[in-house]
């Protein structure tokens, strides 16, 4: 048992946070750091709900998962289990990844925040479905003027849809997400914002395009016209989002 002297309450919130700045630290998501330690550790499995639970302070980090999170980020045990007797010389908070061919060597990011690799991958993979999306916002404008049919031109939608939906799912948008809008990750998460208006906005009004009961000229000429205008803007603000992150990726040139 460990005898430390904090407050079992004090001892949960303290390793909780040394837990969260180390996973930032790393650049990884929770769920991404609950995968890293399984890959690299032997032990029963851990999830990206109890990596939660052990920075909210919900649940004591123990001493068996805090030595397996330390062993897959190189760090010293103290480091995450503050409070045990036996690390007691080990400096709180000095958080740091040691350097090694292992997938935190991208921690070490010029900026702090999300690393550039992941920042540069979400910029990349907006430009491709950029292309896609002032597309379709024409057509909706020439569809909403009755110069075309939107129904002969579904496959943009599913273009579209196919460009933004594993971006959603990728460790970029994991780590951006995971660091919100804090300083130097606003204009990386004010982009994954836009993909994630733009992919909604895109499957509820084909959703509406295919829907039997709704299969009707007129019927798609009303969706037009109530969805060309917010289609256009999110193709315009993903444009312009794009535009500030290249502006502040540092070193990279994604021209």
Request: aromatic share 2%; proline share 4%.
């Amino acid at each position: 048992m460990i005898e430390a002297t904090a407050q079992p309450d004090q001892l949960r919130v303290s390793r909780g946070e040394a837990l969260r700045k180390a996973r930032k630290a790393a650049a990884l998501s929770a769920e991404r750091l609950a995968e890293f330690v399984n890959e690299r550790t032997s032990g029963s499995a851990i999830t990206k709900h109890a990596i939660y639970s052990y920075e909210q302070g919900k649940v004591l980090l123990s001493r068996e998962v805090g030595h397996r999170i330390a062993q897959a980020l190189q760090l010293h045990p103290g480091q995450l289990l503050l409070g045990d007797p036996d690390y007691r010389s080990t400096a709180e908070g000095n958080i740091q990844t040691i350097e090694s061919d292992s997938a935190v060597d991208h921690a070490a990011a010029v900026e702090p925040g999300v690393a550039v690799e992941l920042r540069v991958e979400l910029v990349v993979g907006a430009q491709q479905a950029l292309p896609a999306s002032q597309v379709l916002a024409r057509l909706l404008g020439a569809a909403k003027l009755g110069r075309v049919d939107i129904a002969g031109h579904l496959d943009v939608f599913h273009l579209l849809l196919e460009d933004t939906a594993p971006l959603l799912d990728s460790p970029a948008a994991l780590a951006v997400r995971d660091f919100g809008d804090q300083a130097g990750n606003e204009h990386p998460f004010a982009l994954l914002q836009v993909i994630e208006q733009l992919q909604d906005v895109v499957a509820k009004t084909l959703e509406q395009l295919i829907d039997p009961h709704a299969d009707t000229a007129l019927s798609r000429h009303r969706l037009c016209m109530e969805q060309s205008r917010t289609l256009g803007q999110l193709a315009q603000t993903l444009a312009g989002e794009i535009d500030a992150c290249n502006k502040r990726l540092p070193g990279v040139s994604l021209d």
